[in-house]
């Protein structure tokens, strides 16, 4: 699946924490990933669909390094990820293996892979940022991903940072971290998120012009219909 280039533009003006209270309306309290920090500062908001990867414990007779030359590994995976897509790694929240280091994030980069965002680490942090692939992890570590994980495949059902994410589920990620938006759900979000951006801009202008919160944030009638106004 691919989103059209107007769903693109509607979710880049739509911070995550915008998409969070949307979805919390729906019921949805569990879609940021927990650990996805951007690796770095100033990293651009983005949007795309997830392509999932996964991790299982390291077990010694299959997380070798000849694994990598396995048809099941992350390098054959990544020939299979789609111009645009956010890869969307489960790594268990490990820490000290690091997941994708700079060649494979390279080559990510050739293929026109969006972003990698994963609740574990990446290695080879400097080559990595020097692919200038935008990451979102819980940091980096030397070791690689045989010295604690086993990869097992792709596009399946996962779990990153607590959150159950499926294949062409959206994914936005800016500064707070990455957030899922159900793919069912996408057409709410981009029919309220921009709202609601609208909205609280202009309740961050009245408290900037000496406004009490009470009444304001959450509005009262008589601020809604003042905001209403606004909108005439």
């Not at 997830?50 to 000849?66: C, G, H, I, S």
């Not at 994914?171 to 709202?195: C, F, K, R, S």
Request: proline share 8%.
């Amino acid at each position: 699946m691919s989103l059209s280039p107007e769903a693109i533009a509607t979710l880049s003006g739509v911070s995550t924490a915008t998409i969070t209270t949307v979805l919390l309306k729906k019921g949805l309290r569990n879609v940021w990933m927990r650990g996805t920090k951007p690796l770095r500062p100033g990293q651009p908001r983005l949007v795309g669909p997830a392509f999932t990867l996964r991790f299982v414990p390291a077990r010694e007779d299959l997380a070798t390094p000849e694994s990598w030359s396995s048809p099941i590994s992350t390098r054959t995976a990544i020939e299979a990820m789609p111009k645009g897509c956010i890869a969307v790694v489960d790594a268990m929240g490990v820490s000290d293996a690091g997941i994708f280091g700079d060649i494979l994030c390279a080559r990510m980069v050739k293929r026109g892979v969006a972003a990698l965002i994963t609740d574990g680490v990446v290695r080879d942090v400097e080559g990595v940022l020097g692919t200038n692939l935008p990451v979102w992890c819980d940091g980096f570590a030397a070791p690689p991903s045989v010295a604690g994980l086993t990869f097992v495949g792709w596009g399946e059902p996962i779990g990153c940072g607590g959150v159950a994410v499926f294949p062409n589920d959206i994914v936005v990620a800016d500064q707070d971290g990455a957030v899922l938006i159900p793919h069912a759900l996408l057409d709410h979000v981009l029919a309220e998120g921009p709202e609601q951006e609208r909205m609280e801009a202009w309740i961050v202008n009245e408290v900037n012009n000496g406004a009490a919160l009470p009444g304001l944030y959450p509005m009262n009638a008589e601020t809604k219909a003042r905001y209403a106004a606004t909108k005439t």
